[in-house]
T-cell receptor, first 109, second 114 residues
Framework: GIQVEQSPPDLILQEGANSTLRCNFS?????LQWFHQNPWGQLINLFY???GTKQNGRLSATTVATERYSLLYISSSQTTDSGVYFC???????????FGAGTRLFVKA | GAVVSQHPSWVICKSGTSVKIECRSL??????MFWYRQFPKQSLMLMAT?????????EQGVEKDKFLINHASLTLSTLTVTSAHPEDSSFYIC??????????FGDGTRLSIL
Protein backbone atom coordinates (compact mmCIF):
# COMPACT_ATOMS: atom_id res chain seq x y z
CA GLY A 1 0.00 0.00 0.00
CA ILE A 2 0.89 3.65 -0.12
CA GLN A 3 3.58 4.85 2.31
CA VAL A 4 3.51 8.24 3.99
CA GLU A 5 6.55 9.80 5.61
CA GLN A 6 6.53 12.99 7.63
CA SER A 7 9.43 15.11 8.75
CA PRO A 8 10.64 16.25 11.13
CA PRO A 9 9.21 13.89 13.76
CA ASP A 10 9.63 16.47 16.50
CA LEU A 11 9.97 20.24 16.38
CA ILE A 12 10.44 22.86 19.09
CA LEU A 13 9.91 26.49 18.17
CA GLN A 14 10.11 29.79 19.94
CA GLU A 15 6.85 31.69 19.73
CA GLY A 16 6.84 33.86 16.62
CA ALA A 17 9.08 31.59 14.57
CA ASN A 18 8.15 30.09 11.22
CA SER A 19 8.33 26.43 10.28
CA THR A 20 7.83 24.01 7.41
CA LEU A 21 6.53 20.48 7.82
CA ARG A 22 6.98 17.96 5.05
CA CYS A 23 4.97 14.96 3.86
CA ASN A 24 6.30 12.52 1.26
CA PHE A 25 4.11 9.84 -0.25
CA SER A 26 5.01 6.83 -2.33
CA UNK A 27 2.26 6.80 -4.95
CA UNK A 28 -0.14 9.12 -6.72
CA UNK A 29 -3.02 10.28 -4.55
CA UNK A 30 -6.55 11.51 -5.06
CA UNK A 31 -6.78 13.05 -1.63
CA LEU A 32 -4.34 14.65 0.79
CA GLN A 33 -5.29 16.31 4.03
CA TRP A 34 -3.36 18.04 6.80
CA PHE A 35 -4.69 17.71 10.33
CA HIS A 36 -3.81 19.20 13.68
CA GLN A 37 -4.51 16.93 16.63
CA ASN A 38 -4.98 18.93 19.79
CA PRO A 39 -4.11 17.70 23.30
CA TRP A 40 -7.66 16.34 23.71
CA GLY A 41 -7.27 14.15 20.66
CA GLN A 42 -9.53 16.09 18.35
CA LEU A 43 -8.49 16.08 14.73
CA ILE A 44 -8.83 19.51 13.23
CA ASN A 45 -8.91 19.50 9.46
CA LEU A 46 -6.49 22.18 8.23
CA PHE A 47 -6.39 21.62 4.49
CA TYR A 48 -7.80 19.36 1.83
CA UNK A 49 -5.09 19.73 -0.78
CA UNK A 50 -4.45 16.95 -3.31
CA UNK A 51 -2.61 19.51 -5.43
CA GLY A 52 -1.82 23.21 -5.57
CA THR A 53 -1.50 25.82 -2.85
CA LYS A 54 -3.94 27.03 -0.21
CA GLN A 55 -3.71 29.55 2.58
CA ASN A 56 -5.72 30.01 5.74
CA GLY A 57 -4.48 32.77 8.01
CA ARG A 58 -1.02 31.93 9.31
CA LEU A 59 -1.11 28.50 7.73
CA SER A 60 -0.56 27.56 4.14
CA ALA A 61 0.01 24.30 2.31
CA THR A 62 1.42 23.26 -1.02
CA THR A 63 1.17 19.86 -2.67
CA VAL A 64 3.30 18.98 -5.67
CA ALA A 65 1.52 15.85 -6.78
CA THR A 66 3.93 15.04 -9.61
CA GLU A 67 6.82 14.95 -7.12
CA ARG A 68 4.78 13.26 -4.40
CA TYR A 69 5.19 15.66 -1.55
CA SER A 70 3.29 18.26 0.40
CA LEU A 71 4.45 21.07 2.66
CA LEU A 72 2.66 22.76 5.54
CA TYR A 73 3.89 26.23 6.47
CA ILE A 74 3.24 27.73 9.86
CA SER A 75 4.14 31.40 10.19
CA SER A 76 4.41 33.47 13.37
CA SER A 77 3.84 30.39 15.50
CA GLN A 78 1.81 30.61 18.69
CA THR A 79 1.71 28.37 21.75
CA THR A 80 -1.74 27.20 20.68
CA ASP A 81 -0.17 25.72 17.55
CA SER A 82 1.39 23.01 19.73
CA GLY A 83 0.21 19.49 19.08
CA VAL A 84 0.67 16.83 16.45
CA TYR A 85 0.34 17.54 12.75
CA PHE A 86 -0.68 14.65 10.54
CA CYS A 87 -0.58 14.28 6.81
CA UNK A 88 -3.13 11.76 5.50
CA UNK A 89 -3.54 10.49 1.96
CA UNK A 90 -5.71 8.19 -0.07
CA UNK A 91 -5.35 6.81 -3.57
CA UNK A 92 -8.47 4.71 -3.85
CA UNK A 93 -12.11 5.39 -4.48
CA UNK A 94 -14.09 5.93 -1.27
CA UNK A 95 -11.24 7.87 0.35
CA UNK A 96 -9.66 5.08 2.45
CA UNK A 97 -7.03 7.18 4.16
CA UNK A 98 -3.55 6.37 5.44
CA PHE A 99 -1.89 8.60 8.01
CA GLY A 100 1.74 9.53 8.35
CA ALA A 101 3.48 9.20 11.71
CA GLY A 102 3.00 12.88 12.44
CA THR A 103 5.15 15.84 13.47
CA ARG A 104 4.99 16.69 17.16
CA LEU A 105 5.27 20.48 17.51
CA PHE A 106 5.91 22.37 20.74
CA VAL A 107 5.88 26.15 20.68
CA LYS A 108 7.56 27.82 23.63
CA ALA A 109 6.31 31.12 25.04
CA GLY B 1 -19.71 21.97 7.16
CA ALA B 2 -20.06 18.22 7.57
CA VAL B 3 -20.31 17.05 11.16
CA VAL B 4 -19.53 13.62 12.58
CA SER B 5 -20.62 12.87 16.12
CA GLN B 6 -18.94 10.10 18.11
CA HIS B 7 -20.26 8.78 21.40
CA PRO B 8 -19.20 8.22 24.11
CA SER B 9 -16.13 10.41 24.37
CA TRP B 10 -14.83 8.54 27.42
CA VAL B 11 -15.54 5.06 28.71
CA ILE B 12 -14.03 3.10 31.57
CA CYS B 13 -15.09 -0.47 32.13
CA LYS B 14 -14.04 -3.72 33.65
CA SER B 15 -12.13 -6.39 31.80
CA GLY B 16 -14.41 -8.85 30.05
CA THR B 17 -17.23 -6.47 29.25
CA SER B 18 -18.25 -5.33 25.77
CA VAL B 19 -18.25 -1.70 24.78
CA LYS B 20 -20.18 -0.09 21.93
CA ILE B 21 -19.05 3.13 20.26
CA GLU B 22 -21.36 5.04 17.93
CA CYS B 23 -20.41 7.20 14.98
CA ARG B 24 -23.06 9.39 13.36
CA SER B 25 -22.95 11.69 10.37
CA LEU B 26 -25.27 14.51 11.32
CA UNK B 27 -25.78 16.46 8.11
CA UNK B 28 -24.79 14.17 5.28
CA UNK B 29 -25.23 10.58 4.20
CA UNK B 30 -22.11 8.53 4.82
CA UNK B 31 -21.84 5.71 2.34
CA UNK B 32 -18.51 4.79 3.87
CA MET B 33 -17.27 4.99 7.44
CA PHE B 34 -13.82 4.23 8.77
CA TRP B 35 -12.62 3.19 12.20
CA TYR B 36 -9.15 4.05 13.47
CA ARG B 37 -7.22 3.22 16.62
CA GLN B 38 -4.51 5.39 18.10
CA PHE B 39 -2.13 4.31 20.85
CA PRO B 40 -0.37 6.99 22.92
CA LYS B 41 2.15 9.01 20.93
CA GLN B 42 1.47 7.02 17.79
CA SER B 43 -0.33 7.68 14.56
CA LEU B 44 -3.85 6.67 13.60
CA MET B 45 -4.06 3.12 12.32
CA LEU B 46 -6.97 2.15 10.10
CA MET B 47 -8.86 -0.80 11.56
CA ALA B 48 -11.69 -1.28 9.12
CA THR B 49 -13.79 0.24 6.38
CA UNK B 50 -17.56 -0.15 6.50
CA UNK B 51 -20.00 0.47 3.69
CA UNK B 52 -23.68 0.89 4.44
CA UNK B 53 -25.55 -2.38 4.24
CA UNK B 54 -22.54 -4.64 3.74
CA UNK B 55 -19.90 -6.35 5.84
CA UNK B 56 -16.94 -4.34 7.00
CA UNK B 57 -13.52 -4.81 5.45
CA UNK B 58 -10.86 -5.26 8.11
CA GLU B 59 -7.21 -4.35 7.83
CA GLN B 60 -4.62 -7.05 8.25
CA GLY B 61 -4.06 -7.97 11.88
CA VAL B 62 -7.41 -6.67 13.13
CA GLU B 63 -9.62 -9.36 14.65
CA LYS B 64 -13.10 -9.05 13.19
CA ASP B 65 -14.61 -11.16 15.96
CA LYS B 66 -13.08 -8.86 18.52
CA PHE B 67 -14.08 -5.60 16.87
CA LEU B 68 -17.61 -5.92 15.54
CA ILE B 69 -18.64 -3.21 13.09
CA ASN B 70 -22.17 -2.51 11.99
CA HIS B 71 -23.16 0.11 9.41
CA ALA B 72 -26.92 -0.34 9.27
CA SER B 73 -27.84 3.09 7.95
CA LEU B 74 -26.33 5.93 5.96
CA THR B 75 -25.84 7.97 9.13
CA LEU B 76 -24.75 5.44 11.76
CA SER B 77 -21.93 3.00 12.24
CA THR B 78 -21.09 1.21 15.49
CA LEU B 79 -17.93 -0.44 16.74
CA THR B 80 -18.30 -3.00 19.50
CA VAL B 81 -15.20 -4.10 21.37
CA THR B 82 -16.16 -7.54 22.62
CA SER B 83 -14.79 -9.05 25.84
CA ALA B 84 -12.50 -6.08 26.25
CA HIS B 85 -9.13 -6.46 27.96
CA PRO B 86 -6.58 -3.90 29.16
CA GLU B 87 -4.60 -4.19 25.91
CA ASP B 88 -7.69 -2.91 24.07
CA SER B 89 -7.38 0.39 25.90
CA SER B 90 -6.82 3.02 23.25
CA PHE B 91 -8.24 6.06 21.50
CA TYR B 92 -10.76 5.07 18.82
CA ILE B 93 -11.74 7.54 16.08
CA CYS B 94 -14.32 7.20 13.36
CA UNK B 95 -14.65 9.10 10.12
CA UNK B 96 -17.28 9.30 7.43
CA UNK B 97 -17.37 10.04 3.72
CA UNK B 98 -20.07 10.23 1.08
CA UNK B 99 -17.53 9.14 -1.52
CA UNK B 100 -17.34 12.53 -3.17
CA UNK B 101 -15.52 14.44 -0.48
CA UNK B 102 -12.69 13.88 1.97
CA UNK B 103 -13.38 12.26 5.30
CA UNK B 104 -14.79 14.07 8.29
CA PHE B 105 -13.70 12.83 11.68
CA GLY B 106 -15.44 12.37 14.99
CA ASP B 107 -13.85 13.63 18.19
CA GLY B 108 -12.80 10.13 19.27
CA THR B 109 -13.52 7.80 22.17
CA ARG B 110 -10.98 7.20 24.90
CA LEU B 111 -11.43 3.63 26.09
CA SER B 112 -9.86 2.43 29.34
CA ILE B 113 -10.22 -1.19 30.41
CA LEU B 114 -9.45 -1.93 34.04
Amino acid sequence: GIQVEQSPPDLILQEGANSTLRCNFSDSVNNLQWFHQNPWGQLINLFYIPSGTKQNGRLSATTVATERYSLLYISSSQTTDSGVYFCAVSNTGGFKTIFGAGTRLFVKA
Amino acid sequence: GAVVSQHPSWVICKSGTSVKIECRSLDFQATTMFWYRQFPKQSLMLMATSNEGSKATYEQGVEKDKFLINHASLTLSTLTVTSAHPEDSSFYICSASNGNQPQHFGDGTRLSIL
